[in-house]
């Protein structure tokens, strides 16, 4: 049985599409980043860097043995390969999959990130790195953009981990200061992948444990002023 230690951001939004497109069993355990719950032991003993999402899969192919996974990228390439789901199965194909997936874990999430912090989130404004994020972000969308205008339906062809990985930066798009309408083969995409009945019942499911914004004045300081001291 595998156990996902979750909670509701994009980074674990691209989990649960996954487990849900792939029909698996799966035991979920909440990480309430807001609380702290990243500093666990238990937890640093999975994922090191503090951060959702974290998998841990007592494969009974290697007995006694557990996997333990951190970064949301490794785990949906673990998860791919483990159920021969969701990548292709011939080397260009898988290529162009990884690349995409790798765009996201190195492009879209980090910067997307930033946007978010100095958006919605830093104490004061810094009309600088807003305008630096928000329009880096915007060069990103056109680059998913135009390779959508000619790729499809998904990025890859058929519906894969890119997909998976992709999406969830996308959902708040509105906060990042982008609009889709200025993305058009963007927003096709986004549908296509939002009417998805797993991507919903991920969705439905983030919503069951949680609606309230994971940034307020008391978890602040937790999740922004870290340094090499919180390595413990």
Not at 32 to 48: C, H, M, T, V, Y
Not at 151 to 163: H, K, T, W
Not at 208 to 224: C, G, K, M, Q, W
Request: with cysteine; aromatic share 12%; net charge neutral.
């Amino acid at each position: 049985m595998m156990e996902l230690y979750y909670w509701t951001t994009p980074n674990g939004h691209k989990i649960t599409m996954f487990m849900e497109e792939a029909g698996l069993d799966y035991v979920m355990k909440l990480i309430d980043i807001r609380k702290g719950d990243q500093f666990n032991p238990e937890f640093l003993s999975i994922a090191p860097n503090n951060r959702i999402p974290a998998l841990v899969d007592d494969d009974p192919s290697v007995p006694g043995q557990k996997i333990n996974i951190f970064e949301s990228g490794a785990i949906l390439l673990y998860l791919a390969e483990k159920t021969g789901k969701y990548i292709p199965q011939d080397l260009k194909g898988r290529v162009e999959c990884l690349k995409w997936l790798f765009w996201q874990m190195g492009g879209l999430g980090p910067m997307a990130g930033q946007n978010h912090h100095f958006v919605q989130y830093a104490p004061e404004p810094v009309p600088y790195a807003i305008d630096r994020y928000v329009r880096e972000t915007s060069r990103l969308y056109g680059v998913l953009n135009k390779h959508l205008s000619h790729a499809g339906p998904f990025i890859c062809g058929d519906y894969s981990i890119a997909d998976m990985a992709i999406y969830p930066w996308i959902v708040p798009h509105e906060k990042q200061r982008q609009n889709l309408a200025e993305f058009p083969a963007l927003k096709v995409w986004f549908e296509r992948v939002q009417q998805r009945p797993a991507t919903e019942r991920a969705y439905a499911l983030a919503r069951s444990i949680n609606t309230a914004p994971n940034v307020n004045e008391s978890s602040r300081d937790l999740l922004f002023n870290q340094d090499a001291k919180t390595v413990k």
